[in-house]
């Protein structure tokens, strides 16, 4: 990856945080630190499985209900990728499928992962005779709380064996010490 397509990433990110309206559908991946992303069964049912650095597992995956299937059809690029460095770009988009290619109703729903080590694509097809959902999940299994910002940069500093500085502000003086 060249070193514009980082910045383009680095300035997309950034103004998805400042606009958190604007499609953002990834609460607890984007700008995290991923231990592992492995193709995995939940339940199962065939989907992706994001684990932060600090424990929290995270699904895309769709839950069977009863007269449909969801499906991943191809991974272009390496989920190692996805590993060690922060996700700078999840994103997510779908397509109704043609007549030829379900018989009743299908999605194709498309997810694109970066990071500063590369790309990753994620395809997922969708089919039912109409009356189930077609989507992938999006799944947090631990509901603990968010990470503060500098949680998250001492996360990534520690996965990069990067030192870690501790700041302390010196206490507020007093009025009368400052007579």
């Known amino acids: 990856m060249n070193q514009h397509t980082i910045d383009e990433l680095t300035a997309k990110a950034v103004a998805n945080r400042m606009q958190p309206e604007a499609g953002l559908s ?6 995290s630190v991923m231990r592992s992303v492995t193709r995995s069964e939940r339940d ?5 499985r994001f684990e932060r650095m600090d424990g929290r597992v995270f699904w895309l995956v769709h839950e069977q209900d009863c007269c449909e299937s969801v499906n991943i059809e191809s991974i272009v690029g390496d989920l190692s990728d996805l590993e060690g460095e922060p996700i700078l770009l999840a994103e997510e988009s779908t397509r109704e499928a043609t007549k030829a290619e379900a018989a009743d109703s299908g999605t194709w729903t498309f997810y694109k992962f970066a990071t500063r080590k590369g ?3 994620i395809r997922f097809f969708g089919e039912s ?4 959902s077609e989507r992938v999940d999006f799944i947090q299994e631990d509901l603990r ?3 503060t910002k500098s949680q998250m940069l001492r996360e990534y500093a520690q996965a ?7 700041l302390k502000l010196a206490p507020r003086p007093s009025p009368e010490d400052l007579a």
């Open 160 to 166: 990069n064996d990067l030192p870690i500085v501790e």
């Open 129 to 132: 005779n109409g009356y189930y």
């Open 26 to 31: 990834f609460p607890g991946l984007l700008y």
């Open 119 to 121: 790309y990753v694509d």
């Open 145 to 147: 709380p968010e990470p």
């Open 44 to 48: 199962g049912n065939e989907g992706i």
